[in-house]
């Protein structure tokens, strides 16, 4: 993920654990990526894969601050270095300054949007706000209208905290509407420390031993698990095949015993890395802290970097502090512990390093169990998985049905079974 305006923003979302990394880099205050860092960086990220696509993500901060030129020149520089293999450009945007021009140019250049857009507007004005506290729903579904008259692809974004975790049909109900064939959920889970460290951060990192406490943004576990529970539910039901909702697509990964494609559910950690705007690279967005800074791609080549004893530890401490709970876990395919940035509570019976949301993680991975299993079967068999929706309204007609000696519901007074039953 690449952030070439830093944690720079124009809106000051009450949730967001990027803007106060601006306190990583005290002296800045040009937060633009040099042009000499830009073009280095995208020639090194181009010749360190054995790829036929190479995937760019640009995030931030916000990108739209930096103008449609300059990612022209970013488009240019990948063109310039590309040397036959196929570039892909995926854009993270607020959609706060989005307009005709940006619209001409994402659609043209074929970016993927991914549009931050939190429910519908009482929803998504309690936490995404601007700079002065003003709410920001209007200016981004403006942004969202943009997309959609240049025909540009877009996918949602969606935090989930504590209090749209209390609305999930509604946030559901809602993306659909806007047109969102993809969704993607992202828990926020915080915790705020009494005071900030000596590199000025005061959301800190899981390994932090400073004294803290959750934030109140933050989903509550089993909450985050009723969320995805009631989606599903209508999902399941209804939208399979038509809707993409990425995290129940990469269940389905593990349910058919794949790799998950989202990292947070793979074993290991380790391919998630962020650049900032001055070259510098850490482990992981998640993991934007001094000490998981790998080094700057100005002095040491981007590969050398990604291949360092460093990082390779960071990818594989994912899978070895797990603790025995986790290890024993019925779910443990699916979950493999989840994102250790959020591995801060301790198991019930006292090991460290349990992920806050477990609670929320194993009601909604039990829960979509059978349904996974008829889905992983249909593939398997080589017919599509939304034949689900059809063996779910069987089921339940199944269910509706009396029992063979329970009095026949047409009201003849006879059992069932001499009745309207009789045929079944
Ligand atoms: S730390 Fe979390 S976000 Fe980063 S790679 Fe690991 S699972 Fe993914
Ligand atoms: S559901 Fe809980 S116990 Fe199971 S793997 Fe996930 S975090 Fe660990």
């Not at 070895?320 to 493999?336: G, I, K, S």
């Not at 994102?339 to 039990?366: M, Q, S, V, W």
């Not at 169990?369 to 034949?387: I, Q, S, T, V, W």
Request: hydrophobic residues 35%; contains cysteine.
């Amino acid at each position: 993920m690449t952030k070439p305006i830093g944690p720079l923003c124009n809106l000051d979302c009450k949730y967001c654990f990027y803007l106060e990394k601006e306190n990583l880099y005290p002296q800045t205050s040009d937060w633009r990526m040099p042009d000499d860092v830009l073009e280095s960086y995208i020639r090194q990220y181009i010749e360190a894969q054995n790829a036929e696509v190479i995937s760019f993500a640009w995030q931030g901060g916000e990108p739209t601050l930096l103008g449609v030129d300059y990612f022209r020149k970013v488009v240019e520089l990948e063109k310039r270095y590309a040397n036959g293999k196929r570039i892909k450009n995926a854009f993270q945007t607020n959609g706060i300054l989005l307009d005709d021009r940006w619209g001409e140019f994402l659609a043209e250049n074929r970016f993927l949007v991914g549009l931050s857009i939190d429910g519908p507007e009482e929803l998504h004005d309690r936490y995404r706000v601007d700079k002065g506290g003003q709410p920001t729903f209007a200016r981004v579904m403006r942004g969202l209208g943009y997309l959609k008259k240049h025909g540009v692809e877009f996918n949602t974004l969606t935090v989930v905290e504590r209090h749209n975790s209390q609305h999930p049909l509604e946030v559901y109900r809602f993306l659909k509407e806007v047109g969102s064939g993809f969704l993607q959920f992202i828990p926020i889970v915080e915790r705020v420390a009494t005071r900030s460290g000596a590199d000025g951060l005061i959301l800190i990192s899981p390994a932090s031993t400073q004294p803290a406490k959750v934030s109140t943004w933050s989903v509550e576990p089993r909450q985050y698990g009723k969320f995805l529970c009631a989606i599903f539910d209508e999902w399941i039901r209804h939208d399979v095949g038509r809707v993409y909702v990425q995290l129940f697509d990469v269940a389905l990964e593990t349910w058919l015993g794949l790799k998950a494609s989202l990292c947070v559910f793979r074993e290991t950690c380790g391919s998630a890395m962020a650049m900032e705007h001055n070259g510098d690279l850490y482990s992981c967005d998640h993991f934007v802290y001094r000490e998981n800074k790998l080094g700057n791609i100005m002095e040491k080549p981007l590969e050398s970097l990604v291949r360092s004893a460093q990082q390779v530890k960071f990818g594989l401490n994912k899978r070895d502090t797990l603790p025995r709970y986790c290890r024993e876990c019925d779910v443990r395919f699916a979950c493999h512990g989840e994102c250790p940035k959020h591995r801060f509570i301790r198991t019930p019976d006292g090991e460290e390093g349990l992920n806050y949301l477990c609670a929320g993680y194993k009601l909604f991975f039990h829960h979509i169990d059978p349904y996974m299993r008829f889905m992983a079967g249909e593939l398997l068999e080589h017919r599509p998985p939304a034949n689900v929706m059809a063996w779910i309204r069987e089921q339940e007609k199944a269910q509706q049905l009396p029992g063979r000696n329970d009095p026949c519901p047409c009201g003849s007074g006879l059992k069932y079974k001499k009745c309207c039953g009789h045929s079944v």
